[in-house]
T-cell receptor, first 115, second 111 residues
Framework: GAGVSQTPSNKVTEKGKYVELRCDPI?????LYWYRQSLGQGPEFLIY????????DSGLPNDRFFAVRPEGSVSTLKIQRTERGDSAVYLCASSSLGLGEETQYFGPGTRLLVL | QQQVKQSPQSLIVQKGGISIINCAYE??????FPWYQQFPGKGPALLIA?????SEKKEGRFTISFNKSAKQFSLHIMDSQPGDSATYFCAASIPGNQFYFGTGTSLTVIP
């Protein structure tokens, strides 16, 4: 497909467990963003990758959250010792970041529920 | 601190009417202002976007009005249709950086 894909679409886990959320950006897009969206709210920024490196991780709420993008394409958001407050939709977006191409294209999200 | 303030929180419009959603920002470094449409269970999808060098942009039934001096911008949906019922988010960004989203407006268009 041509769009951003995210897996799994839904994840239910127990408090204290570890989870990994995967994002496949649009082919050729160098920039990748992770956002978190709580019910009834707008997406909130978590981390931004330019290529393989995290250009801005100021939105990560604490050190339980970590993300990687080892080959500059697929990214994985990792959450350790999950808490009930981590329950949200985790959105991934990608952008080509060429001149006039700031638009971020979003995936469908992963709905995380921590019991 | 909310970087982009959006209103109203919810909006009900008759079919054929005009839907208007407003956003305001403070950071004058923002220079890209997109609007996203989100249906339940889906990710946000770009609807229309504007840069501060123009005061208005129209695409089909959707128009963005931009007031740089007032640091405000709005989305107008003309001839609103039931299929437009969704949540709309405004956003603002500095090039190559994160998007700051508004809190969203839930639009319901009644037949």
């Amino acid at each position: 497909g041509a769009g951003v894909s995210q897996t799994p679409s839904n994840k239910v886990t127990e408090k204290g467990k570890y989870v990994e959320l995967r994002c496949d950006p649009i082919s050729g897009h160098t920039a990748l963003y992770w956002y978190r969206q709580s019910l009834g709210q707008g997406p909130e920024f978590l981390i931004y990758f330019q290529g393989t490196g995290a250009a801005d991780d100021s939105g990560l709420p604490n050190d339980r959250f970590f993300a990687v993008r080892p080959e500059g394409s697929v990214s994985t958001l990792k959450i350790q010792r999950t808490e009930r407050g981590d329950s949200a939709v985790y959105l991934c977006a990608s952008s080509s970041l060429g001149l006039g191409e700031e638009t971020q294209y979003f995936g469908p999200g992963t709905r995380l529920l921590v019991l | 601190q909310q970087q982009v303030k959006q209103s109203p929180q919810s909006l009900i419009v008759q079919k054929g009417g005009i839907s208007i959603i407003n956003c305001a920002y403070e950071n004058t470094a923002f220079d890209y202002f997109p609007w996203y449409q989100q249906f339940p269970g889906k990710g946000p999808a770009l609807l229309i976007a504007i840069r501060p060098d123009v005061s208005e942009k129209k695409e089909g039934r959707f128009t963005i009005s931009f007031n740089k001096s007032a640091k405000q911008f709005s989305l107008h949906i003309m001839d609103s249709q039931p299929g437009d019922s969704a949540t709309y988010f405004c956003a603002a960004s500095i090039p190559g950086n994160q998007f700051y989203f508004g809190t969203g407006t839930s639009l319901t268009v009644i037949p």
